[in-house]
């Protein structure tokens, strides 16, 4: 809603264009007409529920690599030790192959993190990667909050 209010000012006409799967999800909708208070009653509970942003937090932990059983490995191991760092809490989903599992011959994985504080997360993705054992050829990066979570 903010991007598209920032749309057509001055002598130009705007134009807004919304991509999703799904375009009559309420929140889109809510988005389409500028109804911010429609958006908070239908979204902000459901967020709440499933202790997302910005009721929670997200932590999407990825592993890529033209390896696939080294990514899969890789995975698997550095959540199951970052599982046993989390604080009270927190949760891991995955990891599981990304949506798109593979892309110009790069395998992807990812696991999420639902945490009420983002530190703490963090603080324990840190000290796990500090004793890991990344095979080579394996990429592990994060994304705090991330707008997507396939």
Same mark, same amino acid.
């Given at each position: 809603?903010?991007?598209?209010?920032? *749309?057509?000012?001055?002598?130009?006409?705007?134009?807004?264009?919304?991509?999703?799967?799904?375009?009559?999800?309420?929140?889109?909708?809510?988005?389409?007409?500028?109804?911010?208070?429609?958006?908070?009653?239908?979204?902000?509970?459901?967020?709440?529920?499933?202790?997302?942003? /910005?009721?929670?937090?997200?932590? *999407?932990?990825?592993?890529?690599?033209?390896?696939?059983?080294?990514?899969?490995?890789?995975?698997?191991?550095?959540?199951?030790?970052?599982?046993?760092?989390?604080?009270?809490?927190?949760?891991?989903?995955?990891? *599981?192959?990304?949506?798109?599992?593979?892309?110009?011959?790069?395998?992807?994985?990812?696991?999420?993190?639902?945490?009420?504080?983002?530190? /703490?997360?963090? *603080?324990?993705?840190?000290?796990?990667?500090?004793?890991?054992?990344? /095979?080579?050829?394996?990429?592990?990066?994060?994304?705090?909050?991330?707008?997507?979570?396939?």
């Amino acid at each position: 809603m903010q991007v598209a209010g920032r *749309a057509g000012r001055g002598d130009v006409p705007g134009e807004v264009v919304i991509q999703t799967f799904q375009p009559d999800h309420q929140a889109v909708l809510a988005a389409k007409d500028h109804n911010y208070e429609l958006f908070c009653r239908e979204e902000l509970p459901q967020r709440e529920e499933l202790s997302y942003p /910005p009721a929670g937090h997200l932590v *999407a932990v990825n592993f890529t690599g033209k390896d696939e059983n080294k990514v899969e490995t890789a995975a698997f191991q550095i959540i199951k030790a970052l599982a046993e760092k989390l604080p009270e809490g927190a949760k891991v989903l995955g990891p *599981a192959p990304a949506r798109i599992s593979r892309a110009k011959k790069i395998y992807r994985y990812r696991a999420v993190v639902k945490c009420p504080a983002v530190e /703490p997360a963090t *603080a324990a993705y840190k000290n796990v990667l500090k004793t890991a054992k990344i /095979p080579h050829g394996v990429k592990v990066g994060i994304d705090v909050d991330p707008t997507s979570i396939d």
